[in-house]
């Protein structure tokens, strides 16, 4: 968890690497997914939550923990551990997702790690940002990798004018910076309480993050 932008999608990936028993579930790729799938089009609670997700508000809280207790109950019945990214992201879905979480795989098995960093810091990664424009990856990278392959799907990489649906990431930054305040920060002071969050310092070099996180997941989870 932490600020917009700074990169959680991107340690969660890397984490799946070294725990090959864990899921990544990206909520924001799976309201992506979901609001922009032909399927749902005709919906008018899916449009509805379209239109939130596009301006830079956070979702309807009990529709994004259904999404997400949905897919937790399928993982745990397939017997694979969860590595989320962003999530949760309000008080509602925390109050929902973290008692499933305890029920399902035990309290002794979840950790929550807040990667810290300042708002320029998140501002500078959200700008840099380049996402996988295959509905079903969505891999997070950084501009560098313009137009080459996708190291997870094979996919070419979008230039940055290619990345349809991402812009408002950074026009809105502002509002999702003031969402995160208002709306997420109550979800970690809560999961503080529970005693389920570490703290890891998330300025440093991508590598350097990293082994911090991988440290914290090893001592929980082990391997």
């Not at 300025?203 to 990293?210: C, D, I, N, T, Y």
């Not at 996180?213 to 082990?222: D, E, H, I, P, S």
């Amino acid at each position: 968890m932490g600020l917009p932008g700074i990169g959680k999608g991107t340690q969660a990936l890397k984490l799946v690497e070294r725990f090959p028993n864990f899921m990544h579930f990206d909520t924001g790729g799976e309201i992506y997914r979901r609001i922009n799938d032909p399927a749902f089009a005709n919906d008018p609670r899916v449009r509805e939550q379209k239109r939130i997700y596009e301006s830079g508000v956070l979702n309807d809280p009990r529709w994004v923990a259904k999404l997400v207790e949905e897919r937790t109950r399928f993982y745990a019945r397939e017997g694979e551990g969860i590595i989320f990214s962003g999530s949760p992201r309000t008080l509602y879905e925390a109050k929902k997702i973290i008692p499933l979480l305890c029920k399902v795989y035990g309290k002794e098995h979840v950790l929550v790690l807040l990667l810290t960093t300042s708002e320029e810091t998140a501002k500078k990664r959200g700008l840099n940002r380049l996402v996988c424009s295959n509905p079903e990856c969505r891999y997070p990278t950084t501009k560098k990798y313009s137009g080459k392959r996708c190291p997870n799907c094979g996919k070419r990489l979008p230039f940055a004018k290619e990345q349809k649906g991402e812009d408002w990431k950074t026009s809105k930054f502002e509002t999702r910076l003031k969402e995160f305040y208002e709306r997420t920060l109550p979800a970690l002071n809560y999961l503080r309480s529970l005693g389920l969050v570490e703290e890891i310092n998330g300025e440093e070099a991508k590598g350097e993050v990293f082994q911090k996180v991988l440290a914290a997941a090893k001592q929980k989870f082990g391997g």
